[in-house]
């Protein structure tokens, strides 16, 4: 489970921003009490604010941590591709991530330090018995590991000013490196817009939540040419997620068909609906785009929700109810759907969401008068804890909590004539 999530000089966050999911409300049933750690930790932290506050780069920074992870061996020839805040020197100033994690009961910590030209410090650290031990420490071009760890000493060959080391190490299959490296790499990441040609991605093309397009990924969920008992439950799961909906789609087809154009074949995705005359298949496209996002949720969540990984979702509210993004908040915070205690973290507009979330979680973004986004925790708003007793929606909409778009028509009135 993810404990917190650090950064600094990336994109519109300047200064360090903290967006923990250790629970301040510890004793509720959607908190789980983490032995070793003397915590107890949430299964869903939601991120508020006003447009261009922030909050899609705070999933962003995560997003590009893990895909730094995975591709720092294979792509960054030449240069680093990290995005540092553009005003007040922070192209000169180095970028920094932190991320703590519990991992079968142990707490790891990966510490990363780095700018467009070279990775200037990385450390991975384990906490057995409580106390900090080195995994490995990088400072500059020196490498340093834990004693006895010597199936690492080929990671110095893979290393160079631009690799990150977590990248090399988890060539190696040590266990402590590839258990964290594999629950980072499992963090999934849905609707958020590439807009930086300097992100650390592959070339090949981005998938996003929201496109318009067939998700041939979610195809393997209902094939019914799969026979193993492994993707007969799948299936059914992924069918009754699609039910939740109530949507009268009673099921999903999935058919191979002969392309009359290039001769290959191609797939067809229907989904069943329910009618007063029968069951009536209809082609994927011409469903709606409410139906079709809470489609392409199913894989993604189920995939959190099996492994116990943290699923990232901006602007949960788009195009989707209200209702069902509460549903889905709430597929996380029971026990009974998430027992291996997958996390879900999400930017959203839609203020009828707080009515689904306790106060610490909640997170609120807005922008300093230098243009630098500013993360606080709403449970600790302005130094004072807020009370559990709060209508969270209607004390956010009456700006006691700041993060509200600063809205003033003046200049538009006076450009349209209407005042002097």
Do not use: C
Request: negative net charge.
């Amino acid at each position: 489970m993810l404990i917190r999530f650090e950064v600094s000089n990336f994109r519109s966050v300047h200064e360090s921003v903290e967006l923990s999911m250790v629970a301040v409300d510890a004793g509720r049933p959607e908190a789980t009490e983490v032995a070793n750690l003397g915590e107890s930790l949430l299964h869903v932290a939601a991120i508020f604010g006003p447009n261009a506050s922030g909050k899609s780069n705070i999933i962003a920074a995560f997003n590009w941590l893990r895909d730094a992870v995975q591709l720092s061996l294979r792509t960054w020839d030449h240069t680093i591709p990290v995005e540092p805040f553009a005003f007040a020197g922070g192209a000169e100033e180095p970028s920094g991530f932190t991320v703590e994690s519990v991992i079968d009961g142990v707490r790891f910590e990966y510490v990363l330090e780095l700018d467009r030209h070279a990775v200037s410090y990385e450390g991975l650290f384990h906490y057995p018995e409580k106390k900090r031990r080195r995994i490995f420490e990088r400072d500059g071009a020196e490498l340093k590991l834990q004693r006895g760890l010597g199936s690492l000493s080929g990671t110095r060959e893979l290393l160079t000013d631009r690799t990150l080391a977590l990248s090399a190490a988890r060539r190696f299959d040590e266990p402590l490196v590839s258990g964290f490296a594999n629950n980072l790499l499992r963090t999934q990441t849905l609707g958020l817009k590439t807009h930086d040609r300097r992100r650390p991605i592959d070339r090949r093309p981005t998938r996003s939540l929201f496109e318009h397009e067939t998700e041939q990924s979610q195809d393997a969920l209902f094939d019914l040419e799969e026979s193993d008992d492994s993707s007969r439950s799948d299936r059914a799961q992924a069918l009754a997620m699609l039910r939740l909906a109530d949507l009268g789609i009673e099921d999903v087809v999935v058919d191979d068909l002969d392309d009359s154009v290039g001769g290959a074949r191609i797939r067809r995705l229907r989904l069943t609906h329910r009618t007063a005359g029968g069951a009536v298949p209809l082609d994927f496209s011409a469903e709606s785009e409410g139906t079709r996002t809470w489609f392409r949720l199913i894989g993604p969540v189920l995939a959190a929700l099996k492994s116990g990984s943290v699923l990232l979702i901006d602007e949960l509210d788009a195009s989707l109810h209200p209702t069902l993004s509460g549903e889905l908040i709430r597929l996380f915070q029971d026990r009974a759907t998430n027992p291996r205690n997958g996390q879900l973290i999400f930017t959203s507009h839609d203020t009828s969401l707080l009515n689904h979330l306790n106060r610490d979680e909640v997170w609120l973004t807005e922008k300093s008068a230098s243009g630098a986004s500013r993360l606080g925790a709403l449970a600790e708003f302005a130094g004072e804890r807020v009370r559990t007793s709060v209508n969270l929606e209607k004390a956010y909409l009456h700006g006691r909590f700041g993060a509200l778009p600063d809205t003033d028509r003046t200049d538009l009135l006076r450009v349209l004539g209407l005042i002097g």
